[in-house]
């Protein structure tokens, strides 16, 4: 099976084509500042994805389809050795769905950031820092796409977190971005669904999307230096461009962020809100810039040197 990196892109009546889009790996070197996207799947409004390695499934939000409470629906495809996707049913619905990981078991995990499903509800939630954002559980998915109220109900397994955007798995350890907390929330229970919030991590700033590094050593999140700036820009309130960005790997061995990018002034990316290690490149993307960002990654730093002892 070839290695490919999927792309969910929604252009929001901007210019561009809504889908899903993938790359491969090796596509990544030398691309000589221009990276060729294959169209993967025509999708409507499509949001948060979750790839499923070791079933070669790939979890889709689609806000195209969705009710007027606000429930989205949460799609199933399969990949072929090629990289090229097959539409193989549905997992279910969420309201306010963001972002989407496979549980380990056939089914997936699905964060909601916010309650309220008017844009002025909304905003009050945000200006009020409500903690109502939540994690469900979606079961395996159906063969057929059955409309919110005869498919399978979500079960909310963690709730009372503030704004629950990226998330992802490692084992048993799931991982949540609290966008407004500047933190990521860490459980346990992951693969039987029984989660238990152990802690969490303080970040210097906002996190997005979460993702693992390869080898699955470090968090990778893409931080949001100016978010006042990423919701204006959404709500066509300012331009697009000159949005700072910033990514950070945090280690899962009780270390400190490490700084992986920065760009003040938006110069690279504007306002990069994922960022994705593949090939020994760092890869950022970002829901108001039409391009992705492709950096040679910076080794980790070594640890401090021992401290000599002293004589006394």
């Not at 409500?130 to 469900?136: A, M, W, Y």
């Amino acid at each position: 099976m070839s290695r490919q990196l999927f792309v969910s892109a929604n252009p929001q009546c901007r210019d561009g084509r809504p889908g899903l889009y993938r790359v491969s790996a090796e596509a990544l070197h030398g691309s000589g500042g221009t990276l060729a996207l294959t169209a993967a799947a025509d999708l409507g409004k499509p949001h948060g994805i979750g790839l499923d390695v070791e079933r070669r499934e790939l979890a889709v939000i689609d806000h195209a389809e969705r009710d007027s409470d606000h429930q989205s629906i949460v799609r199933r495809f399969l990949i072929a050795d090629d990289g090229s996707l097959t539409a193989a049913g549905t997992y279910g619905y969420v309201r306010n769905a963001n972002d989407v990981v496979a549980d380990g078991a056939g089914g997936v995990y699905v964060t909601q950031n916010l309650e309220a499903t008017s844009i002025l509800g909304q905003l009050w939630e945000l200006a009020r820092k409500e903690t109502l954002g939540r994690v469900h559980r979606l079961p395996p998915a159906g063969d057929c796409a059955p409309g919110p109220t005869a498919a399978p109900k979500p079960a909310v397994v963690a709730d009372d977190l503030s704004f629950a955007n990226g998330i992802t798995r490692r084992d048993d350890h799931l991982y949540v971005a609290e966008t407004r907390a500047a933190r990521i929330a860490v459980f346990e229970g992951a693969l039987a669904g029984n989660l238990r919030r152990v802690g969490h991590i303080a970040l210097p700033g906002q996190p997005d999307n979460l993702t693992l590094d390869p080898e699955g050593h470090r968090l990778l999140a893409a931080l949001l230096p100016d978010p006042d700036s990423l919701m204006l820009a959404l709500f066509r309130l300012r331009g697009e461009a000159g949005i700072p960005s910033a990514a950070v790997a945090v280690p899962l061995a009780d270390a400190p962020p490490d700084a992986l990018f920065g760009d003040p002034g938006g110069q690279v990316i504007s306002g990069a809100t994922v960022a994705v290690v593949a090939d020994g490149l760092l890869v950022l993307g970002s829901v108001v810039a039409p391009t992705l960002a492709v950096c040679p990654l910076a080794p980790p730093a070594p640890p401090p040197p021992p401290v000599p002892p002293v004589s006394r």
